[in-house]
């Protein structure tokens, strides 16, 4: 399994790392920038900001924190490990900590900030809100998708934590905080974090069961 999700990580990493290359080149993709935000704007209204702006902040670290907690540690509870926890704290660590370098590499300027909602001073790609949320949720599927029976359960787990990545990501654009590609790379940065760390820390494996002499 851990190499699964390795070779997972690795796609998506390469799919952040192209999309970068296409951003500094002015590419193909990168053409979707200026459509994208331009559609951010035109569904503005001062009666959705308020819930966007709320929906935002679900993206940083506090809020992140706490949704990590109310999965990971009723499961160490459940299943005597460790492991979830640290897993879900390293999820929600690692992944700011590889968009803030990203940042830094790339040094992408924002959108204007004459039409934004929103103008953080640091460079823009990747969108770290999108990558962070992105992290959370695929680290949050992979312990439903071990801890859940149900099917249905497990669809509907995945279903709500790609919501929240996804809304996460959009209202980013809506904002004017970020391109497209920014969150698209997010997307994919965060999923392959949460990925390399679940092969890594292996938060589904359980301690073995005391024997009793007999």
Known sequence: MSRRLLFAAAVLAGLAVALGAD?????????LDEPAKALGERVRSSALTPAVRFASDLGTTPY?????????VPLAVRWSSWRPVVYAAAVVGVAPAVSASTKRLVDRPRPPAAEALEHPLDPSFPSGHATASAALATGLALLALVALRSAWARVAAVAAAGAFALVVGLTRIYLGAHWVTDVLAGWCTGAAVALALAAAVRPWLRPPRAVNPS
């Not at 951003?23 to 053409?31: D, T």
């Open 23 to 31: 951003v500094l080149a002015h590419g193909l993709v990168s053409r």
């Open 64 to 72: 992140r924190a706490v949704l990590a907690a109310l999965v990971a």
